[in-house]
T-cell receptor, first 114, second 117 residues
């Protein structure tokens, strides 16, 4: 039972263009969402997060959008850079019920071509 | 400032052998998580501890897997006996619960790549 799904295993974009990574969830108890970035041979690192009381959070080139009614969130990277090439994991938590536990999606491999 | 430390980084073993993965969380963190990364399911939570106490081990695949946290600075994940389908990258992560969901940020170690032949 995959409660967090990233339906696109891979995404390829040109440098300078926008990258949009998508994530869907099924558990209506989720109230906090995070994106992690993972380079080969390294552990995932935190990128950006959003609370369910917001619909947008921006940090530099990275913006996360949350559509609670659709149970959908997306990560926008603009402009994309070759150094952004990595696997991106979407994660969700139900702070009120399960505290610090995160549920991760399968990941999306982003490739930014020079 | 050391992050989460995992050892070994790579482990190759034969089917039926016992495998022990080790993790040292960030000092002061009170949560410790063990994950397994697979292509099909991404990052699967196996078990997590709070203040050295196992809270949820429902993700542990079967009785061949066990985890311990004897103190705040050390945890092990053991597979006995190991099988080829256990081949994966195993991550340890830690976090500090302060107040509210913003403390959900988990810090990951570099992972252990396990190959069972």
């Amino acid at each position: 039972d995959q409660q967090v799904k990233q339906n696109s295993p891979s995404l390829s974009v040109q440098e300078g263009r926008i990258s949009i990574l998508n994530c869907d969830y099924t558990n209506s108890m989720f109230d906090y969402f995070l994106w992690y970035k993972k380079y080969p041979a390294e552990g995932p690192t935190f990128l950006i997060s959003i609370s369910s009381i917001k619909d947008k959070n921006e940090d530099g080139r990275f913006t996360v959008f949350l559509n609670k009614s659709a149970k959908h969130l997306s990560l926008h990277i603009v402009p994309s850079q070759p150094g952004d090439s990595a696997v991106y994991f979407c994660a969700a938590s139900a702070w009120g019920t399960s505290g610090s536990r995160l549920t991760f999606g399968e990941g999306t491999q982003l490739t930014v071509n020079p | 400032d050391a992050g989460v430390i995992q050892s070994p980084r790579h482990e190759v073993t034969e089917m039926g052998q016992e495998v022990t993965l080790r993790c040292k969380p960030i000092s002061g963190h009170d949560y410790l998580f063990w994950y397994r990364q697979t292509m099909m399911r991404g990052l699967e939570l196996l078990i997590y501890f709070n203040n050295n106490v196992p809270i949820d081990d429902s993700g542990m695949p079967e009785d061949r897997f066990s985890a311990k946290m004897p103190n705040a600075s050390f945890s092990t994940l053991k597979i006995q006996p190991s099988e080829p389908r256990d081949s994966a990258v195993y991550f340890c992560a830690s976090s500090l619960s302060t107040s509210g969901p913003a403390s959900n940020e988990q810090f990951f170690g570099p992972g252990t790549r396990l190959t069972v032949l």
